[in-house]
């Protein structure tokens, strides 16, 4: 096994591309062994996209899902869009041109949640935000086209915050969640959708999601391949997991999996390249894309990085490291966690780590700052 230790992280220059749960936690991790690094982002503020179910859905919620990283990172951060990566010269370039070398890079994009590609100021994202809040507290038909674990949840919210409306989700699946989730698992969810006169069609799939468009209100039928049509005010669309290639595709294509998702080794580097490496969700890691599973990633690469460092073995990334399968919240008192084995645990546990304020209060105090009242 590496040593894990900190000596000499001072004398090599790590720049972190993506400043997401697990970019942060790397860097926290970095700060606290006064290492050289840099973290670089686009936006100004960590977007805390766990909470984007309800920020999108609960007035008031959205400044609750943004942590400046100045006060936090002071000179370590450096904002900025990465447009371009050449490790021959180990040297990445910004929108507006500059240059920024390092020693070893390291790549934390993550991945668009229900808000998309999202940027700007504090201000700018919580406007964003505020925009669709409105959008659907004056919407009574909400069609939730995906039935995944961010449609579950934003279903849930709107069915919450909002008892009267007609909330509908449509899933092309054969069940809720995903094919790894436990029969129980998914009972569990159903029930609790079920108990909040939620909706479900399973099992189709939206034929003109196209020409829908999304978080807009108005008035559209939404038509399914088995012949339904659904009448929605407004229609949030939350089909699949997209990866932020935007900073690496220029530059490690080659590197690319089809859907745009680094390839790494059982060390999270990225295949072929030396003091490259990638993880959370812009990598083709098998585990789950949860900002769970990024946090503990990115405890493996800080190992990493001193192990490399110190010319020390590095240690690999570990599955059984991970112990949950999920933890969903399904409103603010409600929710299903279970773990990877199968046991699902008793509701008010995930309702107080994380329903009832959506983790914001936790990701607040890591960074060292005051949530807003």
């Known amino acids: 096994m590496g040593s894990g230790g900190s000596s000499h992280l001072e004398d090599k220059h790590v720049l972190i591309i993506g400043a997401g749960y697990g970019g942060v936690q790397l860097a926290l991790t970095l700060m ?9 982002d686009q936006k100004e503020c960590l977007h805390h996209n766990v909470a984007a ?19 936090t990172f002071g000179s370590h951060f450096r904002r900025g869009k990465v447009t371009k990566i050449d490790v021959e010269t180990k040297k990445v370039t910004l929108e507006d041109g500059t240059e920024l070398t390092y020693d070893i890079l390291v790549i934390a994009s993550g991945s668009f949640g229900p808000m998309k590609e999202i940027e700007g100021s504090c201000e700018e994202i919580i406007a964003k935000y505020s925009k669709v809040v409105e959008q659907v507290k004056e919407s009574h038909d909400v069609v939730v086209v995906g039935g995944g674990p961010v449609g579950v949840e934003v279903a849930a919210e709107v069915a919450t915050i909002y008892p009267d409306k007609k909330v509908t989700v449509i899933h ?12 129980k698992f998914v009972e569990k969810v159903t029930t609790l959708l079920k ?9 189709d799939i939206v034929e003109n999601l196209d020409e829908l468009p999304d978080q807009v209100r108005g008035s559209y039928e939404v038509k399914t391949q088995k012949g339904k049509t659904v009448h929605a ?30 390839k790494v080794n059982e060390y999270l ?7 490259v490496f990638a993880f ?3 990598c083709n890691s098998k585990e789950p894309k949860l900002a769970y599973v990024a946090k503990l990633q990115a405890d493996l690469v800080a190992k990493n990085l001193a192990n490399l460092i110190n010319k020390q073995p590095l240690d690999p990334w570990k599955s059984d490291a991970v112990k949950i399968f999920m933890g969903l919240s399904m409103g603010s008192r409600h929710g299903v966690l279970a773990l990877k084995n199968g046991y699902i645990l008793p509701e008010f546990i995930i309702v107080n780590v994380k329903s009832k304020d959506m983790m914001t209060g936790s990701y607040f105090k890591d960074m060292h700052q005051q949530i807003p009242v």
């Open 172 to 183: 092309g699946g054969k069940q809720l969640i995903n094919p790894e989730a436990t029969n």
């Open 280 to 282: 959370g969700d812009c």
């Open 32 to 40: 606290k062994k006064k290492a050289n690094f840099t973290i670089v």
């Open 195 to 203: 108990d909040m006169h939620v909706e479900v069609l399973i099992d």
């Open 53 to 71: 179910v309800r920020a999108i859905i609960q007035p008031g919620f959205a400044k609750k899902t943004v942590i400046p990283y100045e006060p």
């Open 269 to 275: 580097e990225v295949e072929g390249l030396k003091e």
């Open 233 to 262: 005010d407004i229609v949030l669309k939350c089909t699949g997991l997209k990866p932020n290639s935007s900073s690496y595709s220029n530059g490690l294509s080659s590197h690319m999996t089809e859907h745009g998702f680094l």
